[in-house]
T-cell receptor, first 115, second 114 residues
Framework: KAGVTQTPRYLIKTRGQQVTLSCSPI?????VSWYQQTPGQGLQFLFE???????NKGNFPGRFSGRQFSNSRSEMNVSTLELGDSALYLCASSLGPGQGSSEQYFGPGTRLTVT | AQSVTQLGSHVSVSEGALVLLRCNYS??????LFWYVQYPNQGLQLLLK??????LVKGINGFEAEFKKSETSFHLTKPSAHMSDAAEYFCAVSELSGNTPLVFGKGTRLSVIA
């Protein structure tokens, strides 16, 4: 079974631009979560989607948004990029609430650099 | 609110020595607990998890962890370190039968010396 895939793997953007990251979950998984990883703040939860609905949201500004499609694929968008948005963005998929296993499986991440 | 504390941001052991990575958690309800490993330029890989039942949990690559409710701990151990174990290790907690987002510790970088 294919794992979680994230595209692109690396991205360089300029301050003020916007960016869209994509995540394809493991086949059969309906929940997708996004995390930001930085050296200073560690791993922080951004949001979770299940059945195209945002189920949980972390403490990030409104510049960070996401969505999920009917095939469970998810995208996250960051508008008006700031230098501090430079990070590794990780996507994780799981079966979903009440679906059995609570394990989250992570993709390789997208490394975003804002200059 | 949940929180996770990993004692020691960097641990160094000799090859063949015991690995002990410490994790303490705070949770108002029975937690689900996880250990993940991250190799350079990669995502996180699940090593093991505790949900309910047996408090000693065995994972991949010879790792195991013991859930101690009285100490609110979930320390990760491996009897004999291998060079390939060098990586960053993250402890995480989730509440409500795993239906809340993972809260991670800051991570512990494990170095293995030949």
């Amino acid at each position: 079974k294919a794992g979680v895939t994230q595209t692109p793997r690396y991205l360089i953007k300029t301050r003020g631009q916007q960016v869209t990251l994509s995540c394809s979950p493991i086949s059969g998984h309906r929940s997708v979560s996004w995390y930001q990883q930085t050296p200073g703040q560690g791993l922080q939860f951004l949001f979770e989607y299940f059945s195209e609905t945002q189920r949980n949201k972390g403490n990030f500004p409104g510049r960070f948004s996401g969505r999920q499609f009917s095939n469970s694929r998810s995208e996250m968008n960051v508008s008006t990029l700031e230098l501090g948005d430079s990070a590794l963005y990780l996507c994780a998929s799981s079966l979903g609430p009440g679906q059995g296993s609570s394990e989250q499986y992570f993709g390789p991440g997208t490394r975003l650099t804002v200059t | 609110a949940q929180s996770v504390t990993q004692l020691g941001s960097h641990v160094s052991v000799s090859e063949g020595a015991l690995v002990l990575l410490r994790c303490n958690y705070s949770s108002s309800v029975p937690p689900y607990l996880f250990w993940y490993v991250q190799y350079p330029n990669q995502g996180l890989q699940l090593l093991l998890k505790y949900t309910t039942g047996a408090t000693l949990v065995k994972g991949i690559n010879g790792f195991e962890a013991e859930f101690k409710k009285s100490e609110t701990s979930f320390h990760l151990t491996k009897p004999s370190a291998h060079m390939s174990d060098a990586a960053e290790y993250f402890c995480a907690v989730s509440e409500l039968s795993g239906n809340t987002p993972l809260v991670f510790g800051k991570g512990t970088r494990l170095s293995v010396i030949a």
